[in-house]
């Protein structure tokens, strides 16, 4: 069986703490870093900017998986390739272009994603489909950690599983929100090959053997 990427999300961890969780995922079957932005606007919490990812590209080789809950998507995507991480994704519902910020992400080199709020369609993402590299299902509304995973996801992902097979789309299928060990078995079931995980992972004594149990 194909294994999970497990994306740990440090929107939760406190910042006196950060280097030390993150050299801790370095070291842990964790092989990606999500990095949640948020804009007090598409969403109501403000978390990091691209200066704390710079910082963090100092010290860690991680792959930086950038998600982006702002409803500056252009002006966001820009300020972020210059931080230089692996991919950005950003949400479907915040912009009225978004092959042209694909464009922009895919012409610095970087991997493109796509996201989806739990209301929006799999359908909705159809000229998408050939573009991007990622699709990023959510799996609670995006704001905050700590949330209840939406069971209806799943469908989603079947969906989405279901469409690349019958069409041989390259995209990968990424779940956030709410995973926690039990969900993780069921995700990946239904077809996911990257998890994001904040509060399971950090909130477990041994963050190691959290990830694995994730996988
Ligand atoms: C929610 C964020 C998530 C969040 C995940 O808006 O996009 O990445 O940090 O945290 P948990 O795993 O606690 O739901
Ligand atoms: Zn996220």
């Given at each position: 069986m194909k294994k999970m990427i497990i994306s740990p999300s440090i929107l939760d961890v406190k910042e006196d703490e950060l280097k030390e969780?993150?050299?801790?995922?370095?070291?842990?079957?964790?092989?990606?870093l999500h990095f949640d932005?948020?804009?007090?606007?598409?969403?109501?919490?403000?978390?990091?900017d691209s200066s704390l990812l710079k910082s963090i590209k100092e010290y860690s080789k991680l792959f930086m998986d950038v998600h982006l809950m702002v409803e500056d998507v252009e002006g966001q995507v820009n300020e972020f390739i210059?931080?230089?991480?692996d991919l950005i994704s950003f949400h479907f519902e915040a912009t009225q272009y978004p092959i042209r910020s694909i464009n922009n992400i895919?012409?610095?080199g970087l991997k493109a994603g796509i996201v989806i709020k739990p209301e929006t369609k799999v359908n909705q993402l159809k000229d998408l489909f050939d573009y991007v590299d990622v699709i990023l299902v959510m799996a609670v509304e995006p704001?905050?950690?700590?949330?209840?995973?939406?069971?209806?996801?799943?469908?989603k992902i079947?969906?989405?599983?279901?469409?690349?097979?019958?069409?041989?789309?390259k995209y990968l299928i990424q779940v956030d929100g709410g995973i926690n060990n039990v969900n993780a078995k069921l995700c990946k079931e239904a077809g996911a090959d990257i998890l994001v995980s904040g509060s399971y992972i950090f909130k477990s004594k041994n963050i190691n053997k959290a990830i694995k149990s994730l996988m």
């Open positions: 969780k993150i050299k801790i995922i370095e070291k842990s079957a964790g092989k990606w932005v948020m804009d007090g606007k598409f969403v109501p919490n403000v978390s990091f210059k931080a230089g991480p895919h012409r610095a704001g905050m950690g700590g949330q209840k995973f939406i069971k209806s996801t799943l469908k079947e969906k989405l599983n279901y469409l690349r097979e019958k069409e041989n789309y």
